[in-house]
């Protein structure tokens, strides 16, 4: 089944700089490349999401590329800033009957002031 | 437009007792998907409900079930609690059982003494 990888599992940025976090995944048949953040007691909110038939994505501050060839996908944040702060979460969909999402471990965002 | 409610937030069982935590979907949407997530890890996939029948199912054992009503809500429940089933119980709704525009709720933390 898909295996999705994330890195890193901690990152600190200072405020105003960029952050990246970078995920792989295994299943070539998987089409669709949603990020979450979740903030302490809260459920995961989609950001930004990305199809298989596309490259690069962005919206504001926030930008996702994926590389279908390589298997991989990136999340980038530019000027961030101490709200940016919580655990970001990468998934890919799978296939077969019902499509589900299977999830990375997860990236500790802290970004200091 | 209503987002995702689940309830209760937290709840305290023993082992071997049954629990079941219950999930309103946003409004529109007619799937439910439920999802596992232990502390500091990524959410995993058990299982999803369309048109009130269970549509696809991850790997967890039968002692997790469910069932999804005429207006969509869903319960899931878990008999013969064990202490590794502590954690945060999520359900995300969704469009004809896509995972496209998933909302997650805030989720159930589940402790199992």
């Known amino acids: 089944g898909e295996n999705v990888e994330q890195h890193p599992s901690t990152l600190s940025v200072q405020e105003g700089d960029s952050a990246v976090i970078k995920c792989t995944y295994s299943d070539s048949a998987s089409n669709y490349f949603p990020w979450y953040k979740q903030e302490l007691g809260k459920g995961p909110q989609l950001i930004i999401d990305i199809r298989s038939n596309v490259g690069e994505k962005k919206d504001q501050r926030i930008a996702v590329t994926l590389n279908k060839t390589a298997k991989h996908f990136s999340l980038h944040i530019t000027e961030t800033q101490p709200e940016d702060s919580a655990v970001y979460f990468c998934?890919?969909?799978?296939?077969?009957?019902?499509?589900?999402?299977?999830f990375g471990k997860g990236t500790k965002l802290t970004v200091n002031p | 437009e209503t987002g995702v409610t689940q309830s209760p937030t937290h709840l305290i069982k023993t082992r071997g007792q049954q629990v079941t935590l219950r999930c309103s979907s946003q409004?529109?949407?007619?799937?439910v998907s439920w999802y596992q997530q232990a502390l500091g890890q990524g959410p995993q996939f058990i299982f999803q409900?369309?048109?009130?029948?269970?549509?696809g199912r991850g790997n967890f054992p039968p002692r997790f079930s469910g069932l999804q009503f005429p207006n969509y809500s869903s319960e899931l429940n878990v008999n013969a609690l064990e202490l590794d089933d502590s954690a945060l119980y999520l359900c995300a709704s969704s469009l004809a059982n896509r995972v496209y525009g998933y909302t997650f709720g805030s989720g159930t933390r589940l402790t199992v003494v």
């Open positions: 409004s529109g949407h007619n799937t």
């Open positions: 409900y369309y048109r009130e029948e269970e549509n």
């Open positions: 998934a890919a969909s799978t296939q077969g009957g019902s499509e589900k999402l299977v």
